[in-house]
């Protein structure tokens, strides 16, 4: 098992562009996190799934945001007609229900630049 | 809600030395607390993590100790290493199991 991937690593993009980010989990875990992250700051959630339900959002998570985990495996978290504020590090992370100790493993993150 | 603070938000020491960073929490039931490396333009390495029934955990060099009356837990380093420069992040889990990050300690340890 390589841990939780997500990509691209970097993406660049105009201000209006749509974009979207995928991360592939630990393979035998159920749920699935997305954090933004902004300079100098921790990690802010904004949504987690349970297989492919969609169980918790943010207030960070306007309209213009939207997350997919269609099959329960990988997820996408869309951003659609980009602003520069959207500018950020983006981070996925899984853990397996079950687990008593709740621990996230987390990916290198996409980190987005809106010009 | 559950607020995350992270004390020194710098720390510069020499190599060898021995240092303690703080975090404390204000809402004292939290599931777990996990200590994260971050280092540079990169993603999150988790290194320990405490259970809310659990004091201290430790993992090499490291221990991280929790506790949920004072709301707070403490990450310690012995025998600093310039391999340590990071940012340490510490982050609380509640009962829907999203993490509350702090703003972190930005670690530089100078050979």
């Known amino acids: 098992d390589t841990g939780v991937s997500q990509n691209p690593r970097h993406k660049i993009t105009k201000r209006g562009q749509n974009v979207t980010f995928r991360c592939d989990p630990i393979?035998?875990?159920?749920?699935l996190y997305w954090y933004r992250q902004t300079l100098g700051q921790g990690p802010e959630f904004l949504t987690y799934f349970q297989n492919e339900a969609q169980l918790e959002k943010s207030r960070l998570l306007s309209d213009r945001f939207s997350a997919e985990r269609p099959k329960g495996s990988f997820s996408t978290l869309e951003i659609q007609r980009t602003e520069q504020g959207d500018s950020a590090m983006y981070l996925c992370a899984s853990s397996r229900l079950g687990d008593k100790t709740y621990e996230q493993y987390f990916g290198p993150g996409t980190r987005l630049t809106v010009t | 809600k559950q607020e995350v603070t992270q004390i020194p938000a710098a720390l510069s020491v020499p190599e060898g030395e021995n240092l303690v960073l703080n975090c404390s929490f204000t809402d004292s039931a939290i599931y777990n607390l996990q200590w994260f490396r971050q280092d540079p333009g990169k993603g999150l390495t988790s290194l320990l993590l405490?259970?809310?029934?659990?004091r201290e955990q430790t993992s090499g060099r490291l221990n991280a100790s929790l506790d949920k009356s004072s709301g707070r837990s403490t990450l310690y380093i012995a025998a600093s290493q310039p391999g340590d420069s990071a940012t340490y992040l510490c982050a609380g889990g509640g009962a829907t199991n999203k993490l509350i990050f702090g703003t972190g300690t930005l670690l530089a340890v100078q050979p």
């Open positions: 393979s035998e875990h159920n749920r």
């Open positions: 405490i259970q809310s029934s659990q």
